[in-house]
């Protein structure tokens, strides 16, 4: 069972996570690389408009052929509700090429929702398994439970 995990992170939470799922499923990983400079609070406010807009934004070109994937594990940290532009458009240049799916997200709060919902509707697919994680377990570290749940519920669906 081949795996990818295809994430954007601008400041590293969701790289963090993604790299732990790869570590602990042997999975090859994708990160997703955004044109634009998104530093600073000019980069937050950018991103932030472009996120509550649900516009695409410039990502470089890919490393991985998801055809060669069984799963595709997408993982995004949650920006004003939303999945990131570049996340949007790696799913939009990407439709009806993904075999089986989970999702993943960062974000300051996990109370959050329709991240998840909305990838549902654009993939038009039902995930194997979702994982939630604030920033505040990421810095503490406290992941690996929820990754090995997460992981243990994706392989035995
Ligand atoms: C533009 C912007 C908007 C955000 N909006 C939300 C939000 O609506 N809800 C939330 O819980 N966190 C929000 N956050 C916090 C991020 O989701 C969180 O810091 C995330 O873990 C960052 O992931 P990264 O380090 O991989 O980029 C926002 C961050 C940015 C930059």
Request: proline share 2%; glycine share 8%; hydrophobic share 35%.
């Amino acid at each position: 069972m081949s795996i990818l995990i295809v994430y954007y992170s601008r400041t590293g939470y969701t790289k963090k996570i993604a790299e732990a799922i790869a570590r602990a499923s042997g999975a090859d990983l994708e990160e997703i690389l955004s044109k634009k400079n998104r530093k600073g609070l000019f980069g937050y406010l950018k991103s932030g408009k472009e996120a509550a807009r649900k516009e695409l934004a410039e990502i470089e070109e890919v490393k991985k052929n998801v055809l060669e994937y069984d799963i595709v594990i997408i993982g995004t940290p949650v920006w004003v509700g939303n999945m990131t532009s570049p996340i949007r458009t790696y799913l939009n240049n990407n439709l009806g090429r993904f075999k089986q799916v989970a999702f993943f997200s960062t974000q300051g709060s996990i109370k959050d929702q329709k991240v998840f919902n909305e990838l549902r509707e654009i993939l038009g697919k039902d995930p194997l398994s979702v994982l939630k994680m604030s920033t505040k377990e990421v810095s503490k570290g406290e992941f690996n439970d929820k990754i090995d749940k997460f992981l243990k519920e994706i392989k035995s669906n």
